[in-house]
């Protein structure tokens, strides 16, 4: 059964670090284009940065110069390290993947779909 689990969200003051973990099981492909995105109540739900099928990043204007996104093949983990964050950067945070082992962020290959999502994890910037 296909499963994606976030951890590591919590408080932390603005300035701040947090590292997210996106634990990945029950995939046939070890590699597959994985991503991060937020959410705030109200707000439209808003991706952050996306490592595809074949290794290649991409980021979007939130996480760009702040965030990383990486992953562990060998522990089927993916990572966001946040830096620098800020009180804005407050809202649920989801990893999500597409399941078929093909998908990337650039070229003519198959573009990433993401149909698996966890259920979220809390991070809180205070000022």
């Known amino acids: 059964q296909v499963q994606l689990v976030e951890s590591g969200g919590g408080s932390v003051q603005a300035g701040g670090s947090l590292r997210l973990s996106c634990a990945l099981s029950?995939?046939?492909?070890?590699?597959?284009?994985m991503a991060w995105f937020r959410q705030t109540p109200g707000k439209e739900r808003e991706g952050l940065a996306t490592?595809?099928?074949?290794?290649?990043?991409l980021y979007q204007n939130p996480a760009k110069g702040r965030f990383t996104i990486s992953k562990d093949n060998d522990k089927n983990t993916l990572y966001l390290q946040m830096n620098s964050l800020r009180p804005d950067d407050t809202a649920i945070y989801y990893c999500?993947?597409?399941?078929?082992?093909?998908?990337?962020?650039?070229?003519?290959?198959?573009?990433?779909?993401?149909?698996?999502w966890g259920q979220g994890t809390q991070v809180t910037v205070s000022s």
């Open positions: 029950g995939y046939t492909y070890k590699r597959v284009c």
């Open positions: 999500a993947a597409d399941p078929t082992g093909r998908g990337v962020v650039r070229g003519a290959g198959s573009p990433c779909r993401f149909n698996s």
């Open positions: 490592l595809d099928s074949v290794g290649d990043t």
